[in-house]
DNA sequence: ACAAATGATACTAATGTGGTATCTTTAAAG
DNA sequence: CTTTAAAGATACCACATTAGTATCATTTGT
């Protein structure tokens, strides 16, 4: 099973060349033939990237895309839930019915505690790297 | 994004139940009738379950299922994978074409901990929950 | 022999992922 | 003020995975 899906991982790709690129405006077509990634599909993907503001975009001839903070404050965590939604373990197992009130679902916790773990190491993640 | 499919949420029950019920015996269809679960549904997954070896069964008349081991013993982290198979992050982003060899790339290196840090965790819960 | 259990296997429906196609809007350059 | 190079919007399609069904074969206690 992926944890990250190809959208993420074409995104973070693109991010990290934005990142690396001493001229500030990158289009698509500059994206596209150093990434070889599908033109439609990329472009799909930098339109979603606008919308969540994770890069911004100019229109119009000479228009582009480029990074709206530094590359250390985009967190790898808000391109995966751009794309994948927020990712969660499960609820809970048995749905509140079986759980004994008093333990309050051991699983559950620790569950919760993995699942915490993970989004606190993801948020230090940036595209810096 | 689900992290825990339905087939390994239901037999996680599936094996709750198990692990909790007196009689060491169970049938596909007690488990049917308490865990609301698809007949034909079920009986996949436990068949699954069974050549996993995550637990036992017994063909005919008066058979069912029961776990070969303490509930202790038997690993959440089995049955996701039983499941789902085993569960990577990604490969490398960057197919190691851009990969800095002498950062080693240190993204990698944090994705692969976070990573570990899961499985090591995944693996101290068991069914005894 | 029969009935009650699981095993094996093939099929179907719904959803998600990866990718395409087409048209509209914006804005700089000539 | 028209052309042209960019992005925006939207609808679509193919394939894979997930969730679930159906059917028949095998085993075993009574």
Same mark, same amino acid.
């Given at each position: 099973m992926k944890l990250i899906t190809r959208d993420t991982d074409y995104a973070i790709r693109a991010l990290c060349y934005l990142a690396a690129s001493d001229k500030d405006m990158v289009t698509a077509s500059e994206l596209v033939r150093v990434l070889k990634i599908p033109r439609p599909f990329l472009r799909k993907l930098l339109q979603i990237l606008n919308k969540k503001r994770i890069l911004k975009s100019y229109k119009g001839r000479g228009g582009g895309f480029l990074l709206p &903070?530094?590359? @250390? &404050?985009?967190l790898l965590m808000d391109v995966i839930t751009a794309f994948?939604? %927020?990712?969660?373990?499960?609820? /809970?197992f048995f749905k509140k019915k079986m /759980? %004994? @009130?008093? &333990?309050?679902?051991v699983l559950r916790r620790k569950i919760i505690a993995i699942e915490r773990y993970v989004f606190s190491q993801l948020r230090t993640v940036t595209i810096a790297s």
């Amino acid at each position: 099973m992926k944890l990250i899906t190809r959208d993420t991982d074409y995104a973070i790709r693109a991010l990290c060349y934005l990142a690396a690129s001493d001229k500030d405006m990158v289009t698509a077509s500059e994206l596209v033939r150093v990434l070889k990634i599908p033109r439609p599909f990329l472009r799909k993907l930098l339109q979603i990237l606008n919308k969540k503001r994770i890069l911004k975009s100019y229109k119009g001839r000479g228009g582009g895309f480029l990074l709206p &903070k530094a590359a @250390d &404050k985009i967190l790898l965590m808000d391109v995966i839930t751009a794309f994948q939604g %927020p990712l969660r373990l499960n609820e /809970c197992f048995f749905k509140k019915k079986m /759980c %004994p @009130d008093t &333990k309050v679902c051991v699983l559950r916790r620790k569950i919760i505690a993995i699942e915490r773990y993970v989004f606190s190491q993801l948020r230090t993640v940036t595209i810096a790297s």
